[in-house]
T-cell receptor
Framework: SQKIEQNSEALNIQEGKTATLTCNYT??????LQWYRQDPGRGPVFLLL?????KEKRKERLKVTFDTTLKQSLFHITASQPADSATYLC??????????FGTGTQLKVEL | DVKVTQSSRYLVKRTGEKVFLECVQD?????MFWYRQDPGLGLRLIYF???????EKGDIPEGYSVSREKKERFSLILESASTNQTSMYLC??????????FGQGTRLTVV
C-alpha cells in the first residue's frame, strides 16, 4: 500500500542550528513533492515544491532535497529561529491530481 | 492573493443531522480537495475534484459526499452526522501539478 512517513516524534533544536526533517514514501512514483508549514488551528501553508528531475531546491533559509532512488526528501531550515516552530508536512501527488500528506513532524526551536 | 474561504470556523451539529460544509476559491483553480485532520493521523483526503461535476474518492470517503456545480465552489456533505466525524475539516484548491492553498478550517463537533 502507499505510505508517506514522517518522524512522528517532535524535533527539538537550539536556535541558530539547522533543523533537518525527513519524508520517506513507498509505492509512489511522484512527479513532485511539496513541503508545507502548519501552525496550530490553521490550515497548512505551502513552502516549497521540488520536481522529480530536481535534486535540490532552496528558498531563503529553506532547502529541500529529493532522492527518487531512496524515495526520500529532506527538508532543512538553516539558522533556525523560535518563529520556525510549527508542524511541517510533506505531500505527494499520488496520481490523477490526488494530493496526499504525511502526518507531519513538529519542530520546536528553543532559545 | 489566492483566497480559499470556508463557510464556518466552528460548527456544532447533532447526531443524525445532514451537514453541509462549503468552500469557495477565487483563483479559477481546477482542483479542489477536502481533508479532515485528527491528532496523530495527519491530513486525510476525503474527496477531491479536478473539474466541475467531477469527483474522486480519497482515502476515507465513507459517510461523506461532495458536490461541485461551479468551478469555484466545492461542498462537503455529511449525510447523517456521527460523533466519529467530529474533526477539523480543511478545504484546499490548486492548479494542476502546483501548490495547494488551504482555507482556515472548520472545526466540527457532532454531539
Amino acid at each position: 500500500s502507499q505510505k508517506i512517513e514522517q518522524n512522528s516524534e517532535a524535533l527539538n533544536i537550539q536556535e541558530g542550528k539547522t533543523a533537518t526533517l525527513t519524508c520517506n514514501y513507498t509505492n509512489y512514483s511522484p512527479a513532485y513533492l511539496q513541503w508545507y508549514r502548519q501552525d496550530p488551528g490553521r490550515g497548512p501553508v505551502f513552502l516549497l515544491l521540488i520536481r522529480e528531475n530536481e535534486k535540490e531546491k532552496r528558498k531563503e533559509r529553506l532547502k529541500v532535497t529529493f532522492d527518487t532512488t531512496l524515495k526520500q526528501s529532506l527538508f532543512h531550515i538553516t539558522a533556525s529561529q523560535p518563529a520556525d516552530s510549527a508542524t511541517y508536512l510533506c505531500a505527494l501527488e499520488g496520481g490523477g491530481n490526488k494530493l496526499t500528506f504525511g502526518t507531519g513532524t513538529q519542530l520546536k526551536v528553543e532559545l | 492573493d489566492v483566497k480559499v474561504t470556508q463557510s464556518s470556523r466552528y460548527l456544532v451539529k447533532r447526531t443524525g443531522e445532514k451537514v453541509f460544509l462549503e468552500c469557495v476559491q477565487d483563483m479559477d483553480h481546477e482542483n479542489m480537495f477536502w481533508y479532515r485532520q485528527d491528532p496523530g493521523l495527519g491530513l486525510r483526503l476525503i474527496y477531491f475534484s479536478y473539474d466541475v461535476k467531477m469527483k474522486e474518492k480519497g482515502d476515507i470517503p465513507e459517510g461523506y459526499s461532495v458536490s461541485r456545480e461551479k468551478k469555484e465552489r466545492f461542498s462537503l456533505i455529511l449525510e447523517s452526522a456521527s460523533t466519529n466525524q467530529t474533526s477539523m475539516y480543511l478545504c484546499a484548491s490548486s492548479m494542476v501539478n502546483t501548490e495547494a492553498f488551504f482555507g482556515q478550517g472548520t472545526r466540527l463537533t457532532v454531539v
